[in-house]
């Protein structure tokens, strides 16, 4: 899923992905990976229900970059991008997963930097 902040865009416009969840506040390990390049990047943030879990802004470079996290399960989970201040940074997420229980910290995730990633 991406963002784009091209026109009609404006700063401060968002979009979202809601993923219904069950769980009633059971720890669950929280995996994605994101993208956000651009000399005008916005935000990302991802919640569960209501509380804000992950949130970073701002270009992170030319790469997909691994985000794991321990969350609570609420009734869903929204992935959020915020458009910045122009057409010159677009904000992606892939290959999100949720699995039961807390995440373990000897799991290490695959970068894949370089020109464009994958």
Not at 45 to 71: C, D, H, R
Request: hydrophobic residues 35%.
């Amino acid at each position: 899923m991406y963002i784009e902040t091209s026109s009609p865009r404006r700063q401060g416009d968002n979009a979202k992905l809601q993923l219904s969840v069950s769980g009633n506040g059971a720890a669950a390990c929280l995996v994605f990976y994101y993208h956000m390049y651009g000399d005008t990047i916005g935000t990302l943030n991802v919640y569960s229900g209501n509380e804000l879990v992950f949130n970073v802004s701002g270009n992170q470079g030319l790469y997909w970059i691994p985000a794991m996290k321990t969350i609570y399960l609420r009734n869903n989970i929204i992935f959020e991008g915020i458009a910045g201040s122009s057409f010159t940074g677009d904000i992606a997420i892939d290959d999100v997963a949720i699995a039961n229980g807390s995440c373990k910290n000897s799991t290490v995730l695959p970068t894949n930097p370089g020109p464009g990633g994958t």
